[in-house]
């Protein structure tokens, strides 16, 4: 079988490396873009759900959220309903760096497609959400700390 998660892996770090040499200047590091593109995109998003939906543990989410704010990029408000819970919202700031990060993703869009269809494009974004998909399941089994059985 051909090593394709080997190869998203692959994608994925190049990217991951490009962006944080880039971003540094702005100061964000180590993959915060991910965070603030996701604020930006979902304002009012809790901790928890943004966690899951970049995909990393509470604790990483909670580290990476901290330095932002420590930063300036992000702030935290209380929920109009439940003050136990925080929103995370942009701040000025952030809101001033959120199209430069977009424009950055848009071009790394049309690098990573380059050569390819429209048709062969939507090919692979719903054949690589099936792959996302099936991870997920393990992704949610092991989070609650369990262990894969192969």
Do not use: C
Not at 48 to 68: F, G, N, P, S, Y
Not at 85 to 111: A, C, D, M, W
Request: hydrophobic share 40%; aromatic share 6%; charged share 35%.
């Amino acid at each position: 079988m051909k090593e394709i998660l080997r190869e998203i892996g692959m994608i994925a770090r190049a990217l991951d490396s490009i962006s944080n040499v880039e971003f540094k200047e702005i100061e964000l590091t180590k993959g915060q873009y991910l965070y603030l593109v996701r604020i930006g995109e979902n304002p009012g998003i809790i901790q928890e759900k943004l966690a899951e939906m970049i995909k990393v543990d509470r604790t990483t989410a909670a580290r990476a959220i901290k330095q932002l704010e420590m930063k300036g990029f992000i702030e935290r408000k209380d929920d109009d309903r439940n003050k136990k819970i925080k929103k995370l919202y942009l701040t000025e700031k952030g809101e001033e760096l959120f199209p430069i990060i977009k424009r950055e993703n848009e071009h790394s869009n049309q690098v990573a497609l380059a050569g390819l269809s429209e048709h062969d494009a939507e090919a692979l974004f719903d054949l690589l959400q099936k792959v996302r998909k099936n991870v997920e399941v393990d992704w949610e089994f092991v989070k609650k700390g369990n262990k894969r059985t192969y």
